[in-house]
């Protein structure tokens, strides 16, 4: 009897010990939850410290465009140069409708900045010949009635070159636009156009060969 009476003692301890074991166990699961909660959110915080920083220094990055044109003068320049992508656009998807009313639209354009710059007496003489060359042809379009695209691109490549020439001469600055040039254009003499994006969509070819091309400067 003194002997079972002993070994129940012993029992017991050995219970609360494995009651103590477990519930050890149990609070380093728990405390290890808090840490990795805690790091997860200290992790998105710097995720979102990082994003953040990141916004603010695109906004830093993208300067207002201009030029030595005023204010005004650089935005018309700039909504002269987005009819002009409409008018590549059509020449990408091959649409000689939509080429003929783009260059319609581009030629009044270019016909409304030029009697703004009238009032520009430094700037104006020299950029007269590119805007009569953008008014010529842009109406020349018109006239080709060509279903097939290939002639109003021949004209496209005209207004391409003298549009450029006069971004550069008024000296345009971040006005996210690329210079992009076709190798393969017209018998490989060549080609080049304006674009709004890096990627190569290819105003001679169309379809035929869309990704030709590469980006040869940016204003």
Same mark, same amino acid.
């Given at each position: 009897?003194? /002997?079972?009476?002993?070994?129940?003692?012993?029992?017991?301890?050995?219970?609360?010990?494995?009651?103590?074991?477990?519930?050890?166990?149990?609070?380093?699961?728990?405390?290890?939850?808090?840490?990795?909660?805690?790091?997860?959110?200290?992790?998105? %915080?710097?995720?979102?410290?990082?994003?953040?920083?990141?916004?603010?220094?695109?906004?830093?990055?993208?300067?207002?465009?201009?030029?030595?044109? %005023?204010?005004?003068?650089?935005?018309? @320049?700039?909504?002269?140069?987005?009819?002009?992508?409409?008018?590549?656009?059509? @020449?990408?998807?091959?649409?000689?409708?939509?080429? /003929?009313?783009?260059?319609?639209?581009?030629?009044?354009?270019?016909? %409304?900045?030029?009697?703004?710059?009238?009032? /520009?007496? #430094?700037?104006?003489?020299?950029?007269?010949?590119?805007? /009569?060359?953008?008014?010529?042809?842009?109406?020349?379009?018109?006239?080709?009635?060509?279903?097939?695209?290939?002639?109003?691109?021949?004209?496209?490549?005209?207004?391409?070159?003298?549009?450029? #020439?006069?971004?550069?001469?008024?000296?345009?600055?971040?006005?996210?636009?690329?210079?992009?040039?076709?190798?393969?254009?017209?018998?490989?003499?060549?080609?080049?156009?304006?674009?709004?994006?890096?990627?190569?969509?290819?105003?001679?070819?169309?379809?035929?060969?869309?990704?030709?091309?590469?980006?040869?400067?940016?204003?």
């Amino acid at each position: 009897m003194q /002997d079972a009476q002993a070994i129940i003692p012993v029992s017991k301890l050995y219970f609360c010990m494995e009651i103590l074991s477990f519930m050890r166990i149990i609070y380093i699961v728990f405390i290890a939850c808090i840490a990795g909660l805690t790091g997860c959110n200290n992790g998105n %915080s710097a995720q979102g410290t990082a994003k953040a920083d990141s916004t603010a220094g695109s906004a830093v990055k993208k300067a207002p465009a201009h030029s030595k044109l %005023s204010d005004e003068g650089t935005q018309q @320049l700039l909504t002269l140069v987005s009819k002009y992508y409409e008018l590549k656009n059509a @020449l990408v998807a091959t649409k000689a409708a939509r080429a /003929d009313s783009a260059a319609t639209q581009l030629a009044a354009t270019a016909m %409304s900045m030029q009697a703004f710059l009238q009032k /520009d007496s #430094a700037n104006a003489p020299a950029l007269k010949p590119y805007m /009569d060359t953008i008014i010529g042809e842009s109406k020349a379009i018109n006239d080709l009635k060509d279903e097939t695209c290939e002639k109003q691109r021949i004209v496209f490549e005209v207004i391409s070159r003298d549009v450029y #020439a006069m971004l550069k001469n008024v000296d345009l600055k971040n006005g996210g636009i690329y210079h992009e040039f076709c190798p393969m254009a017209f018998n490989e003499k060549g080609a080049y156009w304006l674009s709004s994006e890096s990627e190569i969509l290819n105003p001679y070819f169309g379809k035929k060969m869309l990704e030709c091309g590469e980006v040869t400067d940016s204003m």
